[in-house]
């Protein structure tokens, strides 16, 4: 599900081929974008026959807090077919090193009803691309592929999915009658582009993103006296990433040219516009003992699902 891509800097063509060799068929939820923005134009440029676009109007009124998102999601799944499916958001890349690996785990699973879905490892890219958040409070881990079950939805602002017998179709932040899925490891990874931006789209973007939850005059007041660009504050606390990016994501990539209004080093020279929570003192203690005394393991971490040993 997108809207509004090309105007916030969305990485929508390269999402969608980063998984096309592996998918039957590539269905996209529209929605009607603002003037001036060329989303169908850069899904049209694909020019696969496998891309199949459903037109939709988003309503966050009738779908407040993010829901809009999940309500969006779940009617691009009531338009697929097949066995699996795979969700990615418009700003997620896969890896091609990765493609075999999935294929190869949704056949051995297939027939196994237990598995509800796969579960994707991830890596959040901020700032820049070669800095990556390893921090607590970031979700290291989420669901990507689901079975095509009715009862199964996404879920609050559609990071996730849960089973949801006898859903009615408004409200995705329930807790009671809700099930998490069981889920196998993907063994593969989602490259997470979202905090990826010129720091003036950074801005606009978290201002969409914010008024899908937050409703538009309540927005309107928070933003009304923020400078115009996103401060991602010091890269330098974040960690390196030294590993290839997909080859989807070379030319992207390429176009990279905000390096001059990011701050490298580890200490702020100047205040920070925006708060960041692995910036406070308690959540760098929680990530040091986390790296350093528990493997890695988050402390009081939530997962929702079910992971199975498969």
């Not at 795979?86 to 297939?110: G, K, M, N, P, T």
């Amino acid at each position: 599900m997108v809207k509004n891509a090309t105007l916030l800097y969305y990485p929508i063509r390269q999402s969608i081929m980063s998984i096309l060799p592996l998918v039957s068929e590539f269905v996209v939820a529209l929605g009607e974008g603002s003037s001036g923005d060329r989303t169908e134009e850069e899904i049209l440029a694909i020019g696969s026959p496998k891309i199949r676009i459903i037109r939709t109007v988003w309503d966050i009124e009738k779908y407040p807090n993010g829901t809009e998102n999940a309500h969006q999601t779940d009617i691009a799944k009531s338009h697929c077919s097949g066995d699996w499916l795979f969700y990615l958001q418009a700003d997620e890349i896969v890896h091609e090193q990765y493609l075999s690996i999935i294929q190869q785990r949704c056949e051995a699973l297939l027939n196994d009803p237990e598995v509800e879905g796969l579960l994707f490892d991830y890596i959040h890219f901020w700032g820049d691309y070669w800095h990556h958040q390893v921090s607590h409070g970031w979700y290291k881990r989420e669901i990507r592929i689901i079975r095509n079950r009715p009862d199964i939805h996404s879920w609050e602002s559609a990071q996730s999915f849960r089973r949801i017998p006898g859903f009615d179709g408004k409200n995705y932040r329930q807790q009671v009658g809700t099930y998490k899925l069981k889920v196998a490891k993907a063994h593969a990874q989602v490259f997470h582009y979202g905090w990826v931006r010129p720091p003036h789209l950074m801005q606009s973007k978290k201002k969409a993103l914010d008024t899908i939850h937050k409703g538009v005059e309540r927005v309107e007041g928070l933003y009304r006296n923020r400078p115009g660009y996103y401060d991602y504050g010091p890269l330098g606390r974040a960690a390196k990433f030294k590993d290839s990016h997909p080859a989807v994501m070379q030319e992207w990539i390429a176009q990279f040219d905000w390096k001059d209004q990011l701050k490298l080093l580890v200490k702020r020279t100047v205040p920070c516009t925006d708060s960041h929570k692995h910036d406070l003192p308690k959540y760098r203690l929680l990530t040091f003992l986390e790296q350093n005394l528990f493997g890695g393991k988050e402390i009081g971490g939530f997962g929702n699902y079910v992971l199975l040993n498969r």
